[in-house]
């Protein structure tokens, strides 16, 4: 059974540009959660979506925008690109609350 | 608001000897605990879990954790560590409330193990 795939792996954009990272959660899930993984900490919570649904939102800028599709895949959209946002974008699903959250591998943007 | 403390940024210890990574979370209402692995340009991988029950949780590749509501610390420890046992390990927590599944991690113990 495949696992949270995340497209693409790694990417490399400009500054002010506008990037789209895109996570396809396990068969059956209908939870999917976006995490910003900087180096050197913690994932910091994005956005979390719950039957297409927004259930949850981070502290982070409106630059920052998230969807959920009816298949429960999901897209991360981020515009006007800074140098701070580069980090490792992690991707999570879940069948519900208080379930275990499956990690895909991750999207590693540079912004340059 | 939660928050999650990893006391060791850092843990070196050599193979085959006893290891324990340190959490405490701050929470005001009852959560859910979980440790997390991860290793170099990797995702996380869930290594155990604690919902409801006993204290003692254990998970895969012989690690343990262990609850504390009193001190609200849930410590990761391992009896023999294996030189495959380097990573970075996160301690996360998330809220009882119905509706939230939002995760807030620490900021992860990097643990060498030394031949």
């Known amino acids: 059974d495949a696992g949270v795939t995340q497209s693409p792996t790694h990417l490399i954009k400009t500054r002010g540009q506008h990037v789209t990272l895109r996570c396809s959660p396990i068969?059956?899930?209908?939870?999917v959660s976006w995490y910003q993984q900087v180096l050197g900490q913690g994932p910091q919570f994005i956005f979390q979506y719950y039957e297409k649904e927004e259930r949850g939102r981070g502290n982070f800028p409106d630059r920052f925008s998230a969807r959920q599709f009816p298949n429960y895949s999901s897209e991360l959209n981020v515009n006007a690109l800074l140098l701070g946002d580069s980090a490792l974008y992690l991707c999570?699903?879940?069948?519900?609350?208080?379930?275990?959250?499956?990690f895909g591998q991750g999207t590693r943007l540079t912004v340059v | 608001a939660q928050s999650v403390t990893q006391l060791d940024s850092q843990v070196p210890v050599f193979e085959e000897a006893p290891v324990e990574l340190r959490c405490n979370y701050s929470s005001s209402v009852s959560v859910y605990l979980f440790w997390y692995v991860q290793y170099p340009n990797q995702g996380l991988q869930l290594l155990l879990k604690?919902?409801?029950?006993?204290?003692l949780v254990k998970g895969i590749n012989g690690f343990e954790a262990e609850f504390n509501k009193s001190q609200t610390s849930f410590h990761l420890r391992k009896p023999s560590v294996h030189i495959s046992d380097t990573a970075e390990y996160f301690c996360?927590?998330?809220?009882?409330?119905?509706?939230?599944?939002?995760?807030?991690f620490g900021k992860g113990t990097k643990l060498s193990v030394i031949p």
């Open positions: 999570a699903s879940s069948l519900g609350q208080g379930r275990e959250a499956f």
């Open positions: 996360a927590v998330s809220d009882r409330r119905a509706g939230s599944y939002q995760l807030t």
């Open positions: 604690y919902l409801s029950g006993s204290t």
């Open positions: 068969s059956g899930h209908k939870s």
